[in-house]
C-alpha cells in the first residue's frame, strides 16, 4: 500500500456513513501506518461525534467542504466550488451527479489527490499539477477543518486519531512541496 | 482573514476564466482510472463551461398573498442568483428580501443532508441512516400500530403551510393512502374569517388585487400588506395617485399605515364595535344601496333592526376607542365614495371575537353596494385558480382498513366487529390544539407523529405543553430542510428538497396568475420531495405487506406536476398545456375583476345574508351581533404578528438575513418603559401564566402603553419563541369550512419587568 | 451636460423591505457582513413613527467622487458615458483611502477579502440593457433609475433632511421625502 492507498483510506473514513465505515477505516488506517490500534472504543458515540462534526442534522461544526472555509460568504456552489470545478474540468474529469454535491467535498478532492498522484507514476506533468492543487488549494483549508475537528471532538478516541494521522499526512506532504 | 484558495483566475465577479497552464492535459492520455464518483469529460463540455445562464421558471410555494413567479439562473448545474417574472404584472420582476435570499437558501451549509436517526430523542446524538434503513423503521412503526390497534388511527399527520404547491397535497395522499388516520384539521391562519365570509356570500372570493388601482375608498382593517403583501402596495399607490383615499385601522402603527391617508389606532378586538358603529351611521343618513339590499340580500330588516336597538355611535366609540366625529366621517366617505373596498386582513380574526367581526365588516361593503363592483369588495382571499386534479392527494384507502366511526371515538367492539359495515373516516382533531389533543387523545393514543411542511415547536401554542405532549408519542418523523427545534425533537428527521429541486406548480390565495415550477437543480445530497417520500415509503410498505399502501411509486415529480392539469385549468387560463407556463405565468381570464359580478352567492339563500341561519346552526348569532372581547388576563396584552424578515420559521435563520434583522427585540411603549425603568436594549422578561421568555427591548410609540409586541420568528442560536407566552384560546369561527376553529393569537396577555 | 444616471430613492413609497439590499447580496453574493445597499431608517425627530422611514443608500455616483482622487491605483472610474463610478476590486490594494474618505460610507471594507467595494450600479447589467438589481428588485418602485437632466420635479430633493448634505462631492441621488398619516389614537388598548 503506497501515498495513493492511503489518501484513498482517509477519504473512506471521512466517507463513512455507518459506525461500521468509521471502525474499518480506523482499523485501515493504523494497519497502514503500523500504528497499535485502541480495543476499547466506543463505536456508537465515535459515530455520534462523526455525525456532529461532519454530518449533521444540526449544522456541522466542521463541515468537510472547502468552501466553509474558502469562500468568502461561506457559501458551497460559490467561487471556491466553481474554482475547484474548473480545475477538474481542465483535468477533463466532471462529477457524475454534477449539481448534487459540490465538487470542493472533501472525499472527491482526496479522490482527486489520489488520481493525480497515481497519473504522476506514469505522466511527470501530473505531479506538477497535484502539487498545485494542493499548495494552492487542498493545504488552505484542509489545516483549519482539522483544527476545528479536533476543537471538538470531545471524549472521542478513534475520530481524534485518524484526525491526527491525517493532519500528520497533510504536513508531510506540504514539505514535499 | 479568509484565505483564497486560486487554481483558477477570478475576475472581479466571481466568473472563472479560463486557464492555459492545463492545457492538453487530457491529450496527454492517463493511464490511472477516472476516480469513483467522477466521469471523463468530453471536449465539447470544457470549451462550454464558461457559458451561458440556463433559466428555469420557479413559484414561491410559501404562504404569502403574493406567490411570486420566479427567474432561475443556473449555470453548471449551480443555482446563481433569482429575479422576479416580469411577465407577471404582480410580480412585475421584484421579489422580497426572502425571496432574494433563496441562492444562500439552497445552499446553506446548514441544511439537513441525509436521513438521520436521533438516538434518544433530544439528546443531540444523531446516526446517519439510508432512505431503506428509514423507511424500514418507520414502515415497521405502522404495521406494529396497526397489529396493535387494529386501525391505523395511531398515526397522526401535523401539515400546515410550509409549503403551499398544489403536489405537496400529496402527503394527505400518502396518509390516506395507508389507512384511516389521525388528521389535525382546520388551520391557525385563516379559518375564522372564512366561514365569516362564507356564512355572509356563501364562498371566500375576492376581486383581482390589480383592479385595487379603480378604488376611490380603500380601508386596510387588521392587516399589513407593506409587510406581507408588499407586491400589492403598488396598485394601492397608484389608487392614491388617483385621487383614492388610503385608512388604515390596527392596533399598531405598522408599515401600511405610514402609507395611509388617516391611521386609526382601535383598541384591539373591538372592530366589531367600530364596524357597527359606522353600519349605524350609514343607515341612519340613508346612505346604503336599497337596490343591492332589496335585488340581492336576506335578512337585511333584522340587521337594521339590531343596529337601531342596539348600537349607538357614543358606544361604539367608547368600545372602540375612536371618537364619534371620526367614526361618523369614514362611513360617510366610505358610503358615499365610487367604489370603496375593504381588505380584512388575517391578523383582523385571530381573536375570540374574530369570526364576527368580519362579519360586521362585510355588512358595510354589502350595505353600501360594493360587493361584486370593479374596486370594491371585501377582499380576503379566494380559491378560485386552486381547481387542480389534487390527484396527489385523493389516494384510496387500502382495502379492509378500519377508522373512526361517528362522533364518538372508536370503541374496542367496533374493532373486533368484522360484520357490520359501518362508514369509516379518519379521525380529526383541532390542529390549534395539537398539544392538548396529544395529549389526552385515547383510544387510541397517538403513537406515530408524521411532520412536514410544518415547525410545531415554532408555530404551535403553549410551548411548554407542546413539549409536554411531545414526551408521550412513540415515533416522530420530521420532514425538513433544516435543525430547529422540532427537529430537534424528533426521532426520524428526513432531508425536504426545495423548491429548486422538483418540479410543481403554484396558484395565489389572492392574485390570479398561474406558475409552473420546473426543476432548476439536482436534489442536494440525499434530499427528496414529499412525493418521492410518499413513493418510496408505497414501496417499502407494499414489500412488508402487499396491499397495504395505495400511494402510486412515482418518484419523478415532472410526473405528479402533469397530472395536476386538466380542462378547468387550461380553459381559466387560456393555455393548452403546462407547457405553455414554460415561458412565464399566466394570469386567469376574468369576466370583471370584481367578485360576485354576477351577484350568485353561495348562500344557502343564493344572496348576500345580513342575517343567516347556517351560522346559528354553527352556534353564532344570526345577524353580526356585537361580541365581547376575552378579557384579560394580564397586565399587557401581548401581539405577535410576523416579522417582515421571514414566513413563521423560514428564512430568519439564513445569515445573510442576519446582515439585516439583527435579532428579536420586545417593541414597548415609550410611558410603559418609564414606568417600568426600561431603556433601549435593556433585558425584559415577559411573563404569564402560560410561561416566559427573555428578550431585549426597543421603544416606540407604534403601540398603545398598555400593549407589548413581539415578532413571531424562529432564529436559529437563539432560545427566542413567543410561543412561551401564547394560550391556545380558540376563535369564534372556523369550524364550518375548515373542520376547527381558529385560534385567538392577538388575545394574549402578559407582564414585563427588567431583567 | 452630459449623461448622468442616478438613483431616485423614494422614501414615500418606500416601505423598507429591504428588498433592494436582499437583491444586491442575491447578484453579488458579497459575505455576511458586508452590503453594498443598505436601509437608513429615518429618526423620530425627522420621521416621528420609529422604524417606519427608510433612505435606500448604496454609491451616490457622485460628480466629483473622492473615491476616484485619493486611490492610488485608479480603481475607480467614472464613466463618460453615463457617470457610473465602477469599482474595480480586483485593482485593490487595501490602502483603506476610499474607505476613510468616503464622506457616505460607500465603500464598503470587506476585511474577509481585504480590499475595499462598493456598488458600481450593476454596470455589466446596464451595459446589456438591463435595470441594476436593486431597482428590479423594488416591488413597489420606489427604487428608480433615473437620468439626472431629464429630471423636473418639485418633490424632488438633493439634501432631504437625514440625509447628508456633502456639496464638494456632489452626490447624484435624488431623493423624495415621506409623508405621515393623520392619526386617530385610542388612549389605551384596554
Known amino acids: 500500500m503506497g501515498n495513493n492507498d492511503i489518501m484513498l483510506k482517509f477519504k473512506d473514513f471521512f466517507n463513512s456513513t455507518t459506525s461500521k465505515d468509521i471502525k474499518q477505516a480506523y482499523y485501515d488506517i493504523c494497519e497502514f501506518y503500523k500504528i497499535p490500534s485502541l480495543k476499547e472504543i466506543n463505536w456508537e458515540e465515535e459515530e455520534f461525534v462523526f455525525n456532529r ?125 | 482573514m479568509k484565505k483564497k484558495s486560486s487554481l483558477t483566475e477570478k ?44 433559466i428555469y421558471r420557479n413559484a414561491c410555494p410559501r404562504n404569502c398573498y403574493d406567490t411570486c413567479s420566479i427567474k432561475s439562473y443556473v449555470k453548471n448545474g449551480s443555482l446563481e442568483f433569482v429575479e422576479g417574472a416580469t411577465e407577471s404584472s404582480f410580480t412585475d420582476g421584484a421579489l422580497c428580501v426572502k425571496g432574494f435570499s433563496y441562492p444562500r437558501r439552497v445552499y446553506s451549509p446548514d441544511r439537513i443532508k441525509y436521513p438521520m436517526k436521533q438516538i434518544g430523542r433530544g439528546t443531540g446524538n444523531w446516526k446517519r441512516i439510508t432512505w431503506d434503513e428509514a423507511l424500514d423503521e418507520i414502515s415497521g412503526k405502522i404495521m406494529e400500530i396497526k397489529e396493535k390497534d387494529g386501525n391505523l388511527l395511531g398515526m397522526a399527520l401535523d401539515k400546515y403551510s410550509g409549503n403551499f404547491s398544489i403536489t405537496h397535497y400529496g402527503v394527505e395522499g400518502m396518509m390516506s393512502s395507508l389507512g384511516y388516520t ?44 407593506a409587510w406581507n403583501s408588499v407586491h400589492t402596495m403598488k396598485f394601492i399607490y397608484e389608487a392614491q395617485r388617483r385621487g383614492a383615499k388610503l385608512i388604515v385601522i390596527d392596533p399598531v402603527f405598522t408599515q401600511t399605515a405610514a402609507k395611509a391617508d388617516i391611521f386609526i389606532r382601535i383598541k384591539t378586538a373591538q372592530d366589531g364595535a367600530l364596524a357597527l358603529g359606522m353600519a349605524k351611521y350609514i343607515v341612519e343618513n340613508n346612505m346604503h344601496d336599497k337596490d343591492f339590499i332589496s335585488k340581492h340580500s336576506k335578512g337585511f330588516n333584522s340587521y337594521e333592526k339590531y343596529l337601531k336597538n342596539n348600537v349607538t355611535l357614543e358606544w361604539a366609540a367608547e368600545k372602540s376607542g375612536i371618537t364619534v366625529d371620526v367614526i361618523k366621517k369614514i362611513a360617510r366617505e366610505f358610503a ?43 377582499r380576503y382571499g379566494h380559491l378560485q385558480t386552486w381547481g387542480f386534479n389534487y390527484n396527489a392527494m385523493v389516494q384510496k384507502k387500502p382495502e379492509g382498513s378500519k377508522g373512526y366511526i361517528g362522533d364518538k371515538e372508536i370503541k374496542s367492539e367496533f374493532a ?108 442536494q445530497y440525499e434530499a427528496k420531495s414529499d412525493l418521492q417520500i410518499g413513493a418510496m415509503l408505497s414501496k417499502k410498505m407494499n414489500e412488508l405487506e402487499p396491499g397495504s399502501c395505495t400511494f402510486p411509486q412515482i418518484t419523478d415529480t415532472k410526473i405528479w406536476m402533469e397530472k395536476e392539469f386538466n380542462e378547468g385549468i387550461h380553459k381559466l387560463f387560456g393555455i393548452k398545456s403546462w407547457k405553455d407556463l414554460k415561458n412565464g405565468p399566466k394570469k386567469a381570464k376574468l369576466k370583471s375583476t370584481a367578485s360576485w359580478y354576477n351577484m350568485k352567492f353561495g348562500t344557502p339563500s343564493g344572496k348576500y345574508e345580513f342575517s343567516s341561519d347556517l351560522a346559528a346552526d354553527y352556534g353564532h348569532t344570526k345577524i353580526p351581533e356585537y361580541k365581547s372581547r376575552r378579557e384579560a388576563y394580564d397586565k399587557f396584552r401581548v401581539l405577535t404578528p410576523h416579522t417582515q424578515f421571514g414566513l413563521h420559521s423560514q428564512f430568519v435563520n439564513i445569515d445573510y438575513m442576519e446582515d439585516f434583522n439583527n435579532g428579536p427585540f420586545i417593541y414597548i411603549n415609550p410611558k410603559a418603559a418609564k414606568n417600568k425603568n426600561i431603556k433601549d436594549g435593556d433585558t425584559v422578561k415577559v411573563t404569564n401564566k402560560v410561561g416566559s421568555m427573555e428578550v431585549r427591548a426597543r421603544i416606540t410609540n407604534n403601540i398603545a402603553e398598555d400593549v407589548i409586541l413581539m415578532y413571531e420568528a424562529w432564529y436559529k442560536d437563539l432560545k427566542y419563541n413567543v410561543q412561551n407566552v401564547v394560550d391556545d384560546e380558540s376563535s369564534d369561527m372556523g369550524t364550518f369550512k375548515t373542520g376547527a376553529p381558529g385560534v385567538a393569537l392577538h388575545d394574549q396577555f402578559a407582564d414585563i419587568v427588567k431583567v | 451636460m452630459s449623461k448622468q444616471l442616478a438613483f431616485l430613492v423614494d422614501s414615500k413609497k418606500c416601505i423598507g423591505c429591504y428588498s433592494c439590499a436582499m437583491a444586491c447580496k442575491n447578484q453579488y453574493h458579497q459575505e455576511p457582513g458586508v452590503k453594498w445597499r443598505d436601509l437608513k431608517p429615518l429618526p423620530e425627530d425627522i420621521y416621528p413613527h420609529r422604524d417606519r422611514a427608510f433612505y435606500s443608500l448604496a454609491c451616490n455616483h457622485c460628480a466629483s467622487p473622492v473615491c476616484v482622487s485619493v486611490c492610488p491605483v485608479s480603481a475607480y472610474t467614472k464613466r463618460e458615458t453615463d457617470g457610473i463610478v465602477v469599482h474595480d476590486a480586483e485593482k485593490c490594494i487595501y490602502c483603506k483611502a476610499c474607505i476613510n474618505s468616503c464622506s457616505y460610507g460607500a465603500a464598503k471594507d470587506n476585511k ?79
Open chain 3, 112 to 190: 474577509i477579502q481585504e480590499r475595499a467595494e462598493k456598488c458600481s450600479f450593476c454596470v455589466e447589467r446596464v451595459d446589456k440593457g438591463l435595470l441594476p438589481a436593486c431597482v428590479q428588485g423594488c416591488p413597489t418602485k420606489a427604487l428608480t433609475m433615473i437620468e439626472l437632466d431629464k429630471v423636473n420635479s418639485d418633490n424632488i430633493e438633493q439634501y432631504p433632511k437625514g440625509f447628508e448634505k456633502h456639496t464638494k462631492l456632489n452626490p447624484s441621488t435624488r431623493f423624495v421625502f415621506s409623508e405621515t398619516p393623520k392619526l386617530v389614537i385610542s388612549d389605551t388598548d384596554a
Open chain 2, 416 to 523: 373486533n366487529d368484522e360484520s357490520g359495515k359501518a362508514d369509516y373516516s379518519d379521525r380529526t382533531i383541532n390542529i390549534n390544539k395539537i398539544a392538548e389533543k396529544i395529549l389526552t387523545t385515547d383510544n387510541p393514543p397517538i403513537r406515530l407523529l408524521w411532520v412536514a411542511c410544518k415547525n410545531p415547536f415554532a408555530q404551535d401554542f403553549d410551548r411548554p405543553k407542546l413539549k409536554k405532549a411531545f414526551d408521550k408519542l412513540e415515533m416522530v418523523v420530521t420532514v425538513d430542510q433544516f435543525f430547529n427545534e422540532t427537529v430537534e425533537n424528533s426521532d426520524i428527521v428526513l432531508p425536504s428538497t426545495t423548491l429548486f429541486e422538483e418540479y410543481t406548480v403554484n396558484a395565489s390565495y389572492w392574485h390570479y396568475w398561474l406558475s409552473i415550477n420546473e426543476k432548476a437543480i439536482p436534489e
Open chain 2, 11 to 54: 475576475c472581479s465577479l466571481g466568473v472563472t476564466s479560463r486557464r492555459s497552464f492545463l492545457k492538453g492535459a487530457l491529450a496527454a492520455g492517463v493511464a490511472a482510472s477516472v476516480p469513483v464518483g467522477f466521469k471523463s469529460v468530453h471536449a465539447w463540455e470544457r470549451t462550454n463551461f464558461v457559458g451561458n445562464y440556463k
Open chain 1, 53 to 177: 462534526l461532519f454530518v449533521g442534522p444540526a449544522a456541522p461544526l466542521a463541515p468537510m467542504v472547502a468552501s466553509a472555509y474558502l469562500d468568502p460568504e461561506g457559501r458551497i456552489h460559490g467561487v471556491t466550488t466553481t474554482d475547484v470545478k474548473t480545475f477538474y474540468y481542465e483535468l477533463g474529469l466532471t462529477l457524475e451527479n454534477e449539481g448534487k454535491e459540490p465538487e470542493d467535498s472533501l472525499h472527491h478532492e482526496l479522490s482527486i489527490c489520489s488520481y493525480l498522484s497515481q497519473a504522476a507514476d506514469f505522466k511527470p506533468e501530473y505531479k506538477d499539477f497535484f502539487h498545485k492543487f494542493l499548495k494552492f488549494h487542498f493545504i488552505i483549508w484542509v489545516p483549519e477543518f482539522i483544527n476545528k475537528a479536533l476543537n471538538n471532538v470531545g471524549d472521542s478516541v478513534a475520530v481524534r486519531k485518524v484526525l491526527n494521522l491525517f493532519s500528520d499526512w497533510v504536513t508531510r506532504e506540504t514539505n514535499k512541496l
Open chain 2, 182 to 225: 389521525t388528521r389535525f384539521v382546520g388551520t391557525p391562519c385563516w379559518p375564522a374569517g372564512i366561514d365569516a365570509q362564507n356564512f355572509d356570500m356563501g364562498n371566500m372570493w375576492c376581486n383581482d388585487p390589480e383592479d385595487i388601482v379603480k378604488s376611490d375608498y380603500i380601508i386596510i382593517w387588521g392587516g399589513n400588506p
Open chain 2, 336 to 378: 358615499s365614495a365610487g367604489a370603496s373596498t375593504i381588505w380584512l386582513g388575517y391578523g383582523l380574526q385571530r381573536h375570540t371575537n374574530g369570526g364576527v367581526n368580519v362579519r360586521a365588516i362585510d355588512s358595510l361593503v354589502a350595505m353600501t353596494g360594493n360587493v361584486g363592483k370593479e374596486g370594491g369588495g371585501a
